[in-house]
T-cell receptor, first 118, second 119 residues
Framework: AQKVTQAQTEISVVEKEDVTLDCVYE???????LFWYKQPPSGELVFLIRRNSFDEQNEISGRYSWNFQKSTSSFNFTITASQVVDSAVYFC???????????????FGEGTQLTVNP | KAGVTQTPRYLIKTRGQQVTLSCSPISGHRSVSWYQQTPGQGLQFLFE???????NKGNFPGRFSGRQFSNSRSEMNVSTLELGDSALYLCASSLRSGLRSYPSYNEQFFGPGTRLTVL
């Protein structure tokens, strides 16, 4: 069964600290996509990154970086030099197995509430 | 390019009533998915429509239904509302169904949601 676990319910840091959000997933498929979304208080889910299961190369985008490790089924997200505007709920998500559905169905983790204090 | 729009943004209903929520996808997008977000259950997939056909359905009772029109706009309907239906309902649109263009993937872009409160 598909499952995404974000063990950290809440994280509180002081501005400029680095913070890592953990994500562990379960899937029986070999072809899948992983995602991170940000949900600010306004409620809209903002897409941050997608990673293909065949591409384990880590990625850096500005202050954001992602570490994908198939061996441990983890897809962790690091924010460097956090800012108050980074305060939001962050969700990790996994696509449905190809072949069963169209693949649009996403399984989300429980979310991690990140609070960055000035 | 305008984003995904959802109407209404807020809604208050009483138990037993029915409600219809609307979602207009990004221009050119043909796939629309719906998700329910509650504090207890988190984000859960309701259904997906593509080319006016339901392609996927989540594990929700038959009181939850939807449809898609020829212009790709979608509506979801909840009949006989229960207190537990209080939630943020999010709609997402993408060019096509997710993995049909593998290895590329059509991102899902979410709307601001409709906050439904059932009293």
């Amino acid at each position: 069964a598909q499952k995404v676990t974000q063990a950290q319910t809440e994280i509180s840091v002081v501005e400029k600290e680095d913070v890592t959000l953990d994500c562990v997933y379960e899937t029986r498929d070999t072809t899948y996509y992983l995602f991170w979304y940000k949900q600010p208080p306004s409620g809209e889910l903002v897409f941050l990154i997608r990673r293909n299961s065949f591409d384990e190369q880590n990625e850096i985008s500005g202050r954001y970086s992602w570490n994908f490790q198939k061996s441990t089924s983890s897809f962790n997200f690091t924010i460097t030099a956090s800012q108050v505007v980074d305060s939001a709920v962050y969700f990790c998500a996994l696509s449905d197995p190809r072949g069963e559905t169209s693949g649009s169905r996403l399984t989300f983790g429980e979310g991690t509430q990140l609070t960055v204090n000035p | 390019k305008a984003g995904v729009t959802q109407t209404p943004r807020y809604l208050i209903k009483t138990r037993g009533q029915q409600v219809t929520l609307s979602c207009s996808p990004i221009s050119g997008h043909r796939s629309v998915s719906w998700y329910q977000q509650t504090p207890g259950q988190g984000l859960q997939f309701l259904f997906e429509y593509f080319s006016e056909t339901q392609r996927n359905k989540g594990n929700f009772p038959g009181r939850f239904s939807g449809r898609q029109f020829s212009n790709s706009r979608s509506e979801m309907n909840v009949s006989t509302l229960e207190l537990g239906d209080s939630a943020l309902y999010l709609c997402a649109s993408s060019l096509r169904s997710g993995l049909r263009s593998y290895p590329s993937y059509n991102e899902q872009f979410f709307g601001p949601g409709t906050r439904l409160t059932v009293l």
